[in-house]
């Protein structure tokens, strides 16, 4: 059974089953998928939780629109401020819209065969982000991964996949939620671009020595990318840290 305290927890890691445990090698590295019985996600214990664990589960909550749900963006862009003040009408919409998203793609791939990669939008580049920064509390989860989804945007604009103006979209709401998404000005800067890139290979994701990503064709259109270019990633990680 688990009971969720954090909005982080209740929108994403409470559903699902994944337990893993994080290693100088890398983010989640060892773990297992164990469903528990049940999962108790009480809106009140919130009322404690700080302003920048509130932010940092909403990266979680905006990644889930990002991937499948372009009118939950919209809703979003309109009611971040809301949630980021725990204001009830609005956090449960965005609770219960967050996990009936992430369990209905659960419920069709269970262990991570095909769909359920989706949910990982943002994530090679935030794992290397927060193993850069070495899991010592200077950087959040949820940081890491508004910023990873700024850079997962970028790259997909730069590949031609989305539009400048898409990618430019994700990154204002982000920034207006108060993420910092200047990776000179993220919390464990300097970043260093080469290092990154290592640890993105590095990434269980990964097949046969190939960089995969979840790049995005638009807001809502999130897809799998099994032969990412890594010069490109390389390049444009030089061009944000440098
Ligand atoms: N398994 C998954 O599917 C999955 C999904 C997303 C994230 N994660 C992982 O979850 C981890 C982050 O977990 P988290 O965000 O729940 O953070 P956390 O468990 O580290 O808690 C963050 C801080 O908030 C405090 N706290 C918790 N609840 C509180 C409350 N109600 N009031 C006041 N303080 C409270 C904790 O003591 C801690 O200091 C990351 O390692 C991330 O990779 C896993
Ligand atoms: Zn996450």
Not at 52 to 68: D, F, P, S, T
Not at 118 to 134: I, M, P, Q, V
Request: aromatic share 4%; proline share 3%.
């Amino acid at each position: 059974m688990q009971i969720p305290t954090t909005l982080l927890a209740q929108v994403d890691s409470s559903v699902g089953g994944k337990t893993a445990i994080d290693t100088p090698e890398g983010k989640n590295l060892i773990g297992l998928i164990h469903q528990p019985k049940l999962v108790l996600a009480d809106l009140d214990v919130l009322a404690t939780l700080d302003d920048r664990q509130m932010r940092a589960g909403y990266a979680e909550i905006v990644k889930a629109a990002l991937i499948g749900d372009a009118a939950f963006f919209d809703w979003c862009e309109q009611n971040a401020a809301a949630i980021l003040h725990g204001k009830p009408v609005a956090l449960q919409h965005a609770i219960a819209t967050a996990i009936s998203f992430k369990a209905r793609i659960v419920e069709q791939d269970e262990t991570e065969q095909g769909v359920r990669a989706l949910l990982n939008l943002g994530h090679t580049f935030a794992h290397a982000l927060e193993a850069h920064s070495a899991y010592d509390g200077t950087l959040l989860h949820g940081e890491a991964v508004a910023a990873g989804i700024a850079l997962a945007f970028q790259l997909s604009a730069q590949l031609g996949h989305c539009t400048d103006a898409e990618a430019a979209r994700v990154k204002t709401h982000l920034e207006r939620a108060g993420f910092i998404t200047n990776l000179r000005k993220l919390p464990g800067a300097p970043y260093d671009a080469e290092k990154l890139t290592a640890l993105m290979a590095a990434d269980k994701k990964n097949e046969a020595g190939l960089l995969t990503l979840i790049l995005a064709r638009g807001i809502g259109k999130a897809f799998m990318d099994r032969n990412a270019p890594v010069d490109r990633v390389l390049a444009l990680l030089q061009q944000e840290t440098r």
